[in-house]
């Protein structure tokens, strides 16, 4: 019986190492387009390519490591494809800007537009 305690023990200790260094959702961190509102397709045949920016900034007073950044385009017309990409960035300062972009490819002429949806995990440790 002495034993089960030990290992209830162990099993306790494990779940809180794992837990503190697991990731976790991240609400200071903002992501914005500007690009989304006047997107501007390069025709090549049959195929459009799109580009656009997003700007991940961190306006807190904390350092944030091991971000990831996910981003999902989705379609406001119904032939249209959902596009999503995830950026991971090692650290961000307070203050800090960065810019990342996505490239993708539609059948030409459909003049797709879309608005976007984010999520941002970092690990829980800051300073």
């Not at 976790?24 to 509102?37: E, F, G």
């Not at 350092?63 to 385009?73: G, S, Y």
Request: aromatic share 14%; with cysteine.
């Amino acid at each position: 019986m002495r034993w089960y305690g030990w290992i209830v023990l162990a099993l306790c200790l494990c779940m809180l190492g794992v837990g503190c260094v697991s990731k976790a959702p991240n609400t200071a961190i903002t992501v914005t387009s500007d690009d989304l509102d006047s997107f501007t397709p390069v025709n090549t045949g049959s195929v459009d390519f799109y580009t656009t920016d997003f700007r991940i900034e961190n306006p807190s007073n904390w350092t944030f490591e091991n971000i990831e950044v996910h981003v999902t385009l989705n379609p406001l017309t119904a032939f249209c494809h959902a596009q999503s990409a995830t950026f991971e960035i090692p650290s961000l300062a307070p203050k800090e800007k960065k810019t990342e972009q996505i490239s993708f490819s539609e059948f030409a002429d459909m003049d797709c537009a879309y608005n976007f949806t984010f999520s941002v995990t970092s690990d829980q440790e800051w300073y």
